[in-house]
């Protein structure tokens, strides 16, 4: 069986969803470009990757999608102005964004779902594997989760995708695997994927969150991948061919390695929907060093007298 050990170099992250649970503030603006705290919350997606050393990254964008590729690059007349300011901090602040990464973009015209979009990525990713980072997940930097999922990718091959237990209630929100143990205490071997499963029919507790690595023959997969659920070709389906193909005695269709999965146990921040965006907010807010004792303080206050 082939498999891909080739060091890892490029991010690809979709960003050309709608965003209409987020509606009417996203009518305008890109939801990516929403502030979690005092940055977008696209920026903390590129700033994971860049940790995990993917100083390539492909945004996968849309239309409507500009502010993205603006945010990240230079804004001299601004940047001019602080700088005239004497406004130091700022001015760095400013230029962090444009400073992150090699930065590209494709636009996928047709909106098939995540998918499509990853198979977009084709022409620049070419025959090495890559990670895929959705922005509705924010991953604390305090527990690296990417990195953890690029070493054993380089060192099973094949595809690792995140995991996370959910309540069992709420698995119908996620795609669910069902798995098989390994030797390492926090990484399973994926046999079969669900899309969004109901509860009594679901494989485990085990939801598939938003961080994949993924060998490229994902794309041949992809191509003959028809829309599932909502109408859409689901990323799902095709890594659960891979997992199908491994168990698979057919040497050919098996060629995309093993699919594994990584079950994540830190800090997540779901900015998927507007509940989860506002506590997210509070959440990082009350770890800030510069804003967290007041907030905190102010937040114990206005529970005590409010609630």
């Known amino acids: 069986m082939t ?19 987020f509606l009417p503030a996203t009518k305008a603006t890109p939801k990516e470009m929403l502030p ?25 964008t849309g239309r409507n999608k500009r502010p993205l590729e603006d945010h990240f690059d ?30 590209h973009y494709v636009r996928q015209g047709d909106p ?21 980072l959705l922005g509705d997940d924010l991953i ?7 990195s953890r999922m690029i070493e054993i990718q380089e060192r099973e091959g094949g595809t690792v995708v995140a995991l996370m237990e959910v309540d069992p209630a709420q698995i119908h929100m996620y795609g669910c695997a069902a798995v098989k143990p390994t030797v390492d205490s926090d990484v399973v071997k994926i046999t079969d994927l669900v899309e969004k499963p109901d509860a009594a029919e679901a494989p485990s507790n085990l939801a ?3 961080r994949y690595v993924l060998d490229p ?15 859409e070709i689901q990323l799902t389906d095709a890594i659960q061919k891979l997992a199908e193909a491994d168990q698979s005695a057919d040497e050919e269709e098996c060629s995309g390695g093993p ?39 102010w937040l114990r206050s206005f529970v005590n007298e409010e609630m």
């Open 36 to 60: 979690v705290v005092d940055k977008p919350a696209i920026q903390y997606v590129v700033e994971e990757a860049v940790s995990a050393g993917l100083s390539d990254v492909l945004m996968i």
């Open 140 to 146: 604390d930097p305090r527990d690296p989760l990417l």
């Open 217 to 231: 023959a994902i794309f041949g997969i992809l191509r003959r991948t028809e829309p599932g659920r909502g109408g």
């Open 208 to 210: 598939v969150i938003g």
């Open 74 to 103: 230079r804004n001299y007349e601004l940047e001019e102005a602080l700088s005239r300011k004497g406004d130091a901090g700022r001015l760095a602040r400013v230029q962090e964004s444009s400073d992150l990464a090699t930065m």
């Open 112 to 132: 098939r779902g995540l998918g499509h979009a990853v198979l977009c990525a084709e022409p620049h990713v070419g025959d090495q594997p890559f990670a895929v």
């Open 3 to 21: 498999q891909s050990h080739s060091r890892i170099s490029k991010a690809v992250i979709p960003a050309a969803g709608l965003g209409t649970r």
């Open 259 to 297: 699919v594994h999965g990584v079950v994540f146990k830190g800090r997540r921040y779901d900015t998927g929907d507007r509940g989860d965006y506002l506590r997210a907010i509070v959440r990082l807010a009350c770890e800030r060093e510069d804003l967290g004792p007041e907030f905190r303080d």
